[in-house]
């Protein structure tokens, strides 16, 4: 997808959202989805509070909002759900996710980042260096 991408899945095997949060040791994060990843016009757009109830299940809350066109229901929609992930676990500011439409607190953000940094201090020919 994205070099970042690439080097999170092959330096921390981080490979999508829900483990991004995962590793990020947050108790979940907020997305925003459509009926498919490129149907950006269909009707079917909604946010969603994806909160890890066990350590491999979760539970998804979905918010439908609706406005004059896709653009505004998906600013609504997003708005929504942060607010919701919000009162759950206090996230005063949120962070987008090195993945497309998915969102983590800026604290958990910013630990994921800090361990790739260090990642790359202690093996800077990684993955390239045979293990």
Known sequence: MSKLTDELSARLKIH???????????????????AHAHAMGYSDRRGEVVEFVEPSTYQTTEFRERGRDHVEERRKCIAAAQAEGAKRWGVTEWKQTPWPNA???AE??????????AHRKKHPTYPTEES
């Not at 959202?17 to 979940?28: I, N, T």
């Not at 958990?108 to 940094?117: C, N, Q, R, S």
């Open 16 to 34: 999508n959202p829900y483990f991004f949060a995962r590793h990020a040791g947050v108790p979940g994060f907020v997305g925003y989805r459509t």
């Open 103 to 105: 969102w983590i607190s």
């Open 108 to 117: 958990g953000y910013a630990k994921v980042m800090d361990e790739l940094k």
